[in-house]
């Protein structure tokens, strides 16, 4: 499966998402934010950074990106598309998810291993995780904390758009520890977390087992390479 | 040339913690009569040439659709710069 | 060259108006008075650019001459001793090095096809003034080192120095230096895999922020910055030039703060990371594509630097139009835009042939660029204005052969009398309870606290390559996925033990960063170090100086290590008052694959833990003399840089062997300390007894635990490889002792009839003194 | 409760990234006619009880001390809120 890694000027964490695709047994392919050209992918990863420094707000700019125009419409014609970190809140500035995200609530950037329960399990990303399932993921951002208005929280919450939530510890004051949400048809999801940087043994976070060797993130590419060959 | 002021604040209903913050500064500085701060943007845009009608209009487009993310921020003024308030 | 310029100060340098005073003005009136004092040019230094250019200079020159023989750039005070690092060296020493000192940063070969450059540079005094802009600049300079060598930047490490933890101004230094890096680093997408963080009282008004940047490139991706081929273009791109810390590397770094004056451009710069990050790839993609002769970082002394530095460095002679500087401000005078020190530019070389394909690279990304002039023969940089002449210098005697001086050097006067001074007088405990009160009080102190305050708020995960950083003793990242080859970095200065004795300080600097490098299960290869001093006008601090350069390079050659590059800062005090001397050292090691490192605490349950090396009484500017009884007096540790080599190689033989399960340094806070960073390190507790020890090095309990002799690692190994592991220390001859065993169970640190410290206890311990002054974090 | 409105820009001759960034971002939109933008800060303070000369001055100084950074920021207004100019 041929799955698209949109570089941005200022994203950082492409090549830890062409890798992930790769470990999972996908083709990773590199988009270029300048171009109006999907090259054929059948996915596509919006990676993590400082597209545009997060001047302005985090992932506005990226968001107004000619190929944003591709993006959305094979967002809304169904392709798998994933936001993570930054990517997440690009996502939410081009409307593809509801909500926006803010400084996080301690006003630090923060870096930590962690812990995520799976609160949906059917999208195109989650589909091999089960319910429930808690899993580890490292998080590292300055403007994680996800807000939305009451109405669309219980929008979100009542139609199984909360994909992610914060175990133990909410990092950056996200509502309703809301780490990751999807659109209402569940083929793009968003988190602040970084699941590429779960994917190869001996550079993920540490486990009860032994040091860095949680590849908690690897189910989301295969996930989604799964349910393509599937069909 | 002349400059065009737009002001964004955070949403009234928002928790802005960098404004709790201050206030919490403030009164650890002794300054207790300030029971609320939010903060927000000012951006000051310089424009070539006169300001129009259109360029007004183009302006206020601008705020609502680039300058500002309605989901958590309201735009509260757009001035020209000479009608701003002296200090 | 660096990036550091020193001080808030800030000046006027326009003494000449709006009209451009050029090399006829100059020759017309020779009389004519220059403010070179308020540029930080002395009588003889301005009378010897009279003697050079057989006239008076023009503004322009005096201002490219007083920059550039400036301290910070020239090392005028500095170079006669950092010679040594030069001579000093062994064939051994030479091997591996591809690139020496002297270049933007030195270049170590580390096998497969692969080099790694990396360096250390200061950014102290900005940083005290506007700790967030200081500290982010700092960053991004010492990151442009790295890129001009034509390699891709990987890792950045951050050294940090402030006051006393609980002085009022601490915190805004703290939060800004600490956010600065954060924000800067991590935009860039560089993991920071380590570095120090201390607090000292002597730093007051003079923090200490160094930062380190790490570089991998292919073998034949080096370039070096030099101007070559006569008619070839100057370019200049990034960020357009503004009058932002003008003035800044030379009145900064040559005399102490005087307070005010009237202002015109503000000396401190706004970093951009972001376009840094664009800069970077940029320059990634000219390198590829052979577009380039040669590229040049802008640092300190902007425009003036770059140019006389790529002449001198090849044919001799340039030719500039100064006009074609994209501005952000265009009121710059031609001084000021000769000085500005705005960040984020680069200066490349580049054949006319391939000007065009050059510029659809920048056009790509977005980043501005002009054509300033081309490569000439003539030997003279020469610098129009307006259509007029306002430079025309040999730019080697701007660049190269500026002031030298030796300095006068004094035996300070209160050294004999501190050194008389011995902790090894001051009480020590006896009873339990009361070694465990000190224990805990040593583990909760604002040096040997948790870090991860301030390490939480970088990335480490970012590029996918980080395979060990805080809290272990070394970061490490791979260089190459397919055979798992990579480097480890590691850096270290005790300024306590420096001022005690700076040539013995200066060598156990780098005894304990070759050992962090080596318990990672790296081999030692190559060393960088910034040195941080009081003011070189001062014959005691000269002293001190000469003391640390003598004591690293004769060390360096010991361990067959070479200085590959690093950076001096001098003029780090507040009045008369000179911080401790600070050198930091920073060792780089080979580790054919990551996969068999070796991280710093306990894992499993039931492995042995062994104490290798021995201990003895050595006290003296200990962190228990300093936590305990405030004292600072004596003599620093004895180190056997034999012996440490013997170490490594023993700690590099056992992580080959994949023996050891973790292996972690004693230093700062002795034995106590390490056990109980072990322990923490994955909340593996263990059962530890001491009686054999204290028989064979005949030592008091104290003393065995607190005592910071060198050459000590503890390492704990799994049963089964137990008989092989005693197998290696015996063939190696080195000291070993089984002093316990690793209690998964437990969840706490037992030292058998001394005490119990449950891991709750020591994390609580441990973590809590930072956030308690800093505000709180998120737990870990 | 009545709003003492405090306004910091950075200062001019400083590079000011994030305005460079909504400049570029503007003109890729096909807006060249802003040449420059910045981006500061709009406090909004609100004010136990009355905004006395008294308060005033404790604003002016905590503008100064507290809300900017004399090194890289000037303060550019303070006003109370009635009087800041209309949308
Ligand atoms: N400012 C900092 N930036 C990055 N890492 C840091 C910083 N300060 C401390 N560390 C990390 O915290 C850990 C503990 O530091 P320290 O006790 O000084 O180590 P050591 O005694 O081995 O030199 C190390 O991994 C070190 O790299
Ligand atoms: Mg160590």
Known sequence: ?231 | ?87 | MSTENDRAELIDVRPEGPKPDTTADAAATPDKHQPYEALGLKADEYAKIREILGRRPTSGELAMYSVMWSEHCSYKSSKVYLRQFGQKVSPAMKKDLMVGMGENAGVVDVGGGWAVTFKVESHNHPSYIEPFQGAATGVGGIVRDIISMGARPVAVMDQLRFGDIDAPDTRRVVDGVVQGISFYANCLGLPNIGGETYFDAVYQGNPLVNALAVGVLRHEDLHLANAKGVGNKVVLFGARTGGDGIGGASILASDTFSSGGPTKRPSVQVGDPFAEKVLIECCLELFRDELVEGIQDLGAAGISCATSELASNGDGGMFIELDDVLLRDPSLTAEEILMSESQERMMAVVSPDKLDAFLAVTAKWDVETSVLGEVTDTGRLVINWHGEEIVNVDPRTVAVDGPVYERPVAYPSWIDALQADTAATLARPTDPEEVRAQFLQLLGSPNLADKSWVTNQYDTYVLGNTALSFPDDGGMVRVDEESGLGFAIATDANGRWCQLDPKQGARLALAEAYRNVAVTGAVPAAVTDCLNFGSPEDPEVMWQFSQAVEGLSDACLELEIPVTGGNVSFYNQTGSAPIHPTPVVGVLGVIQDVAKRVPSGWQDDGDNIYLLGTTSLELDGSAWAGVVHDHLGGRPPAVDLAGEKQLGGLLAAGADQSLLAAAHDLSDGGLAQALAESVMRFGVGARVWLGELLERDGLDLATTLFSESTGRVIVSVPREDDVRFRGLCEGRGYPVARIGVTDASSRSLEIQDVFTVSLDELRSTHRGTLPARFGATIPQ
């Open chain 1, 1 to 231: 499966m041929r799955v698209g890694v949109v570089t941005f000027p200022g994203s950082l964490d492409d090549r830890d998402a062409q890798r992930a695709v790769r470990l999972a047994g996908g083709t990773p392919v590199a988009l270029w934010h300048g171009d109006h050209d999907l090259q054929g992918v059948e996915a596509i990863i919006l990676p993590g950074g400082f597209s545009y420094g997060d001047y302005l707000r985090a992932g506005a700019i990226a968001s107004l990106s000619p190929i944003m125009t591709e993006v959305v419409d094979a967002a809304n014609a169904g392709m798998p598309v994933l936001g993570i970190c930054n990517g997440f809140q690009m996502l939410a500035e081009a409307r593809l998810i509801p909500g926006a995200h803010t400084r996080n609530a301690h006003q630090q950037f923060i870096r930590r291993d962690q812990v995520l329960r799976v609160e949906n399990a059917s999208t195109d990303w989650t589909n091999g995780f089960a319910e429930g399932q808690e899993i580890t993921i490292p998080l590292k951002n300055a403007d994680g904390r996800f807000v939305a208005d009451a109405e669309t929280i219980a929008r979100i919450e009542g139609e199984g758009q909360v994909a992610f939530r914060y175990v133990g510890v909410n990092p950056n004051g996200s509502m309703d520890d809301i780490a990751g949400v999807s659109n209402a048809r569940g083929n793009v999801v968003g988190l602040m977390p970084h699941p590429e940087h779960a994917t190869e043994p001996g550079f993920g976070p540490d486990t009860p087992d032994a040091m860095s060797s949680g590849v908690d993130g690897l189910t989301f590419f295969t996930s989604v390479i799964e349910r393509a060959l599937s069909k």
């Open chain 2, 1 to 87: 040339m002349p400059t065009i002021v737009v002001e964004v604040m955070p949403k009234a209903e928002l928790l802005d913690p960098q404004g709790k913050a201050v206030v919490g500064a403030l009164s650890r500085l002794g300054q207790q009569q300030f029971t609320d701060v939010r903060i927000g943007k000012r951006f000051e845009l310089t424009v070539e040439g006169e300001v129009t009608e259109a360029v007004l209009a183009d302006v206020r487009r601008l705020a609502d659709d680039v300058l500002s993310n309605s989901v958590i921020e309201d735009v509260v003024s757009i001035s020209v710069l000479d009608a701003a308030p002296a200090v």
